[in-house]
């Protein structure tokens, strides 16, 4: 019995191993981490509708966790999860929202901000988004939403977020 259980540590320990060896010991999250701790919030162009995102560390900062809440209009709401990407070596994202969509994509630290390239199926094909947060600072940042649409990206809207409560 001993040895039965000896055996099953040795090939546990073997297989996390390999998975540790994956991950950097910490995640550079880059500009992402000023908005941890906090919630920030903006009105959308039609200035009815909220949105209001709250940022968190989860597992001892290996990945941040955006929880965000739409008010104002149809109930709406979302979870994304930021995490290392080892097969990409990149950042990644999942997000979920309660419409049932489930969204993939990227993190991509430029000089003028950071890039959110994503996409997601529907019965239609593959929808291509991306979105540009810019000016991250303790203060807030803007958000532009872009869609991709017979090769070019179009401009969906744009928002201010600033620190909230």
Known sequence: ????????????????????????????????????????????????????????WVYDRKFIRDRHVVSGGEPYQGETIYAWDAAAKQLSYTYWNSAGMVI????????????????????????????VWTNLSEKGYRVTQSQRTDGAWKDLWSMDLTSRP
């Open 104 to 131: 993939v994509g990227r993190v991509e630290f430029t000089p003028d901000g950071v890039v959110f390239p994503s996409h997601y199926s529907t019965p239609k094909g593959e929808v291509e988004l991306k979105a």
């Open 1 to 56: 019995m001993r040895r039965i259980a000896l055996s099953i540590a040795i090939v546990a320990s073997s297989l996390v191993r390999p998975l540790d060896a994956q991950h950097p010991a910490k995640v550079d999250f880059g500009p992402l981490e000023t908005l941890v701790g906090h919630c920030w919030g903006g009105t959308f162009p039609d200035g009815k509708v909220t949105d209001k995102h709250c940022f968190e």
